[in-house]
């Protein structure tokens, strides 16, 4: 089992990837941080509890990251989640017995990784804020992360912007000093592929009916939806951050190419971009394996298979 860690705002799509990796033997959950994004740090880190409650786990440490970006002062929190970042349903989830761990989420990232044996896999699926700051307080740790699997970044444009996917924009420079600037072995799951896995209004009533813990799940649905109705006219909803949780937990479920990239950290209108150079000529200092491909139905039904089959 490969000993897994996700750096997380939940976020409706943050909890059915926390579901899938409690759901996947291949993985040991070893720890979860939080990370302001979706909603503040309070919620997220409340919300990352209840989940782990509903799912179970209230064995994996819960520890608490950054409130706000690097540089900027204050974050810019998603509309798209509700107003508790679950829909306005993180109520119907079991209240934790428990809270946070007495850890800071870089302190929980260093402490786990130094005593792991093997290879730690992270997926980062929320601004880029704790990664870059445990990679630049703590770079002794770096051989001991096997792989980043990143949720984020748009290459065709942005969902927050034209240009910029959410997580990244949320952090630009913390993005730019993960993605571009350090040299750990990363894969990127980038918003272009996470919405050709969209998942259905129906195919969530389906999960719904396979268990208590799957339906309170698909109960935290509405509002995210709701958004997708709206902006793009869909009877259904991208599951970002499952499709990075997918790929760690089955490497290769995605197919990667490699592209030099950077970050627009700029205060112009193209802040938080991801620069993917798809030039053939193009060579950077930096390349970055970027999923843009993946057998779409193989995809969703193995996300309906692990999630279909949680106890409860
Ligand atoms: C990313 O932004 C958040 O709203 C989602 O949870 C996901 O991590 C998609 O752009
Ligand atoms: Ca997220």
């Known amino acids: 089992m490969t000993p897994l860690i996700i750096d997380t705002d939940p976020g409706v799509d943050d909890a059915l990837a926390l579901a899938l990796a409690v759901a996947s033997p291949e993985v040991e959950l070893i720890g979860v941080t939080t990370v302001f994004g979706n909603v503040s740090l309070e919620n997220t880190t409340r919300n990352a509890l209840r989940l782990l409650a509903l799912l179970g786990r209230d064995d994996v440490p819960v520890a608490v990251g950054a409130a706000r970006p690097l540089v900027h002062p204050h974050p810019h929190l998603s509309s798209a989640h509700g107003s508790d970042g679950l829909s306005g349903y993180a109520h119907t989830l079991p209240e934790p017995t428990r ?27 929320g601004p880029l804020t704790n990664i870059a700051l445990l990679l630049a307080a703590h770079p002794h740790v770096k051989p001991k992360i096997g792989r980043l699997v990143v949720m984020g970044g748009g290459v065709e444009g942005g969902n927050i912007t034209a240009s910029a996917e959410f997580n990244v924009w949320s952090d630009p420079e913390a993005a730019r000093r993960v993605l571009v600037e350090e040299d750990v072995p990363t894969t990127l799951v980038p918003m272009d592929l996470t919405r050709r896995c969209a998942v259905s209004a129906q195919w969530l009533a389906d999960l719904a009916k396979t268990s208590p813990t799957a339906a309170a799940l698909v ?3 509405p509002d995210y939806l709701e958004t997708y109705r709206r902006f ?14 997918a790929e760690a937990v089955r490497p290769g479920i995605v197919r990667t190419t490699a592209f030099p990239v950077d970050v627009d950290c ?3 209108p193209g802040r938080g971009a991801l620069l993917v150079d798809r030039r053939l ?9 970027i999923a843009l491909d993946a057998d779409l139905d193989g995809m969703r039904a193995f996300l309906f298979d692990r999630l279909g089959a949680l106890g409860g």
Not at 232 to 245: C, F, R, T
Not at 283 to 289: E, F, I, S
């Open 99 to 125: 809270g946070p761990d007495a850890r800071d989420a870089v302190t929980l990232l260093r402490e786990l990784l130094e005593q792991a044996d093997r290879p730690v896999t992270i997926v980062p699926i």
């Open 219 to 221: 109960g935290l649905t």
């Open 232 to 245: 793009l006219g869909w009877d259904g909803m991208a599951v970002h951050d499952a499709i990075a949780v």
């Open 266 to 268: 700029s205060f112009g």
């Open 281 to 289: 000529e193009a060579a950077g200092p930096k390349t970055l394996d």
